[in-house]
């Protein structure tokens, strides 16, 4: 990574935190929607404890995906690449599973407004995928993507 390039990913660190703890007030705060909404589904039959738990581990997964990002900015090795893969691809289990509220708010959307629910999906998205780019160079491309680049000065 150029270090002209590294403010950029230094300010989102900054909102990868900002999306972490708001995500982290939705689960927890009884005036959220998201908390109404899991609260009401798991009284109504045990089973949906799973739906409840896979926002859970979401949640859980996106708030310790920023560690990757900040360990890729600052060049750090931590833990092994075994370890960053298996939470990359639980990230990845549980952001798919996750998401029921957000995903019956979409569908309810879509039967409406069609092309605002694409809209607002692919707004939604892409704030992410710096995120897991990082976190997959990290676990499977640790040693490319932590290389220190070289000196753009020649020695004569």
């Not at 007030?25 to 109404?36: G, I, N, R, V, W």
């Not at 949906?48 to 090795?77: D, E, N």
């Not at 605002?116 to 040693?143: D, G, Q």
């Amino acid at each position: 990574m150029p270090r002209k390039h590294l403010w950029l990913w230094k300010i989102y660190l900054a909102f990868m935190l900002v999306f972490a703890v708001k995500s982290t007030y939705y689960l927890l705060m009884p005036d959220s929607q998201s908390f109404f909404y899991y609260f009401i589904l798991r009284a109504f039959d045990p089973i949906f404890y799973a739906v409840y738990t896979a926002h859970v581990m979401q949640v859980l997964l996106s708030v310790i995906h920023w560690i990757p990002v900040f360990l890729y900015v600052y060049r750090i090795r931590f833990l092994s690449s075994e370890f960053w893969k298996s939470l990359f691809i639980l990230r990845c289990i549980f952001e798919i599973t996750g998401h029921s509220y957000a995903t019956n708010s979409l569908v309810a959307l879509y039967h409406r407004k069609p092309k605002i629910c694409l809209t607002i999906f692919i707004i939604l998205i892409i704030p992410h995928i710096p995120s897991y780019m990082v976190c997959y160079w990290y676990a499977f491309r640790r040693e490319n993507c932590l290389r220190r680049p070289r000196s753009s000065t020649r020695r004569v």
